[in-house]
Each structure stands twice: as C-alpha cells, then as structure tokens.
C-alpha cells in the first residue's frame, strides 16, 4: 500500500497576508485569489475577483483513501482557476484544514513557493466593511507548469525508517481522543487550534509565536518535521505552519493515520 509524504520547496511570498495587504492588492494582474468552501457561502459574497473551489475537487478517493489527485488532474483544476506560473495565490475559506489541504495539492504541483493564506479570512473580511462581490468571474486560462521534485513522494517505509531518527520530528496533529485511541511512535501530539489567536476568525498567531509553538514540542533547529493526521487535511495545515511560517524543512504523511493504521508492518503505540 503506497504512503505518502510531501516535501515542500522554499517559499517566496509572505506565508500569511492580511485583509489590508489584499485589498490593495485585488488588481494586481498576478494576484489569484481563491475561496474554499461551500458553493452556496461562496455565492452570497466573496472577495473580488475570488474563484471557487470545492477541496474535493483535487481529491481522488479509492482503495488508498483520501489522497491528492494526480498531477495532470490538479494542473487542469487550477489552470482553469487562473493559477498561472507567475501567480500568487491566497487562499481562505471555512475550513483551515481544507486551506491547507489545498496548499499541499499546490506543493505537489511546484507551486508552493507562491501561496498565502488570508489572515482573518472572510469573517474579518466583512467586519471590516471591505468590499463583496457575488458574480463569478470567468474561467481563466493560462500557463502552469508542473514542475514536480523526484523525491517528492514515499511510501509508509520512509516514516518507519525515520522512526528513531534523531533528524525527524513526527508531529500527529489529530484530536487528544484519537492520539489516546494509538498514535506513531515517538510522535508528538500538536492541535492545529494552537495556530490561531482566535480559531473562529481564523486569525493567525504571529510568526513568532507559531515558532514558539513548534518548539515547544521539541522540534530542533537541526530535524524536519513530519506531520500527519487522520487523512492528511489537519497535517498538511500544520505541514504549511512549520514550513512556511516557521522555516521548518517539513514533510507531510499525506495517507496519515488512515493509511498507517491498516498495515500490520507499522508500529502502533497506544498510551
């Protein structure tokens, strides 16, 4: 059964912008802004200019589960979103963990080095009184690259391999219920809730602070970090944090727990 983990490239645009910096930004020709969530909240307003996306759409469910599409299937979906090479794409959305999951597909693409997260999203959006549109723009065409790492993706023998390594950090960023119910050895449990001042607003820590956060669980300046969840969704939020905010070489078990869990060979320890 094939495992993955997702190595992420350096990035080249600030990790998290704010409502401020996007609006002064709406017209910029390679600014591609990208709402994921619900059609139906989606069609009551939206950032200007924002084009929808529904997570799903760069999910393939099968034998292996939930796992990121293949790449000439996610090249097509943001193609067509206007994500070009030259873009710089902001995400927001109602659900942090699919922003993240959606980073990842991204990544997996070659495109991780030009993504933001919006801070505050579209709560602090309309709070601030800024402006809302309800039309959907026209589907976009331009050109996007793939431009994939050959050591991109491994399998569950990697995160066994890596077990006992003093180079490795695994982070489980699930639930303390599903951590109690068996985790990864020599994991360290991290809630994805720690990343935000106030979760609902979804308004990030500072950069600091999600530095302190990551330290706090023993994660060396010397040793990447490995996250993981239940399908990948949380791990691939928290993957996001470490890399991108944090400079933290990080890889992502995108099979996470779902896929650890059913083969014999990997190790399970249950507190």
Not at 79 to 87: E, F, M, P
Not at 120 to 143: L, N
Not at 229 to 235: D, K, L, P, T, Y
Request: a negative charge; hydrophobic letters at 40%.
């Amino acid at each position: 059964m094939l495992a993955t983990l997702l190595l992420f490239a350096a990035t080249a645009v600030d990790p998290i912008v704010s409502a401020d910096w996007l609006q002064q930004h709406l017209k910029d020709a390679n600014v591609r802004v990208i709402y994921v969530g619900a059609d139906g909240d989606y069609r009551e307003g939206h950032v200007p200019g924002a084009r929808f996306m529904d997570h799903m759409d760069s999910v393939q469910m099968g034998a292996n589960g939930h796992r990121l599409a293949s790449n000439d299937v996610l090249l097509r979906v943001f193609t067509k979103l206007g994500v070009s090479d030259d873009s710089h794409v902001v995400l927001y959305g109602d659900s942090p963990m699919a922003n993240g999951w959606i980073y990842s597909a991204l990544v997996a693409i070659g495109h991780g080095d030009q993504v933001s997260m919006l801070d505050g999203g579209i709560a602090t959006w309309k709070a601030e009184k800024r402006p809302i549109e309800t039309t959907t723009p026209p589907v976009a065409t331009g050109t996007l690259t793939l431009k994939p790492a050959p050591d991109l993706f491994v399998d569950a023998a990697y995160v066994r391999s890596h077990l006992e390594s003093p180079k490795t950090k695994i982070l489980d960023v699930r639930t303390q219920g599903e951590w109690n119910s068996g985790h990864v050895p020599n994991a360290t449990l991290i809630l994805w809730q720690d990343l935000f001042a106030d979760v609902k607003a979804q308004k990030f820590k500072s950069q600091d602070e999600i530095k302190a956060l990551l330290a706090k669980t023993g994660l060396k300046p010397d040793q990447e970090a490995v996250t993981y969840c239940a399908v990948g969704m949380r791990a691939s939020l928290m993957g996001w944090a470490a890399r991108s905010v944090a400079g933290v070489p990080t890889k992502i078990y995108i099979g996470s727990w779902q896929d650890w869990s059913k083969d014999s060979q990997n190790p399970i320890v249950k507190p």
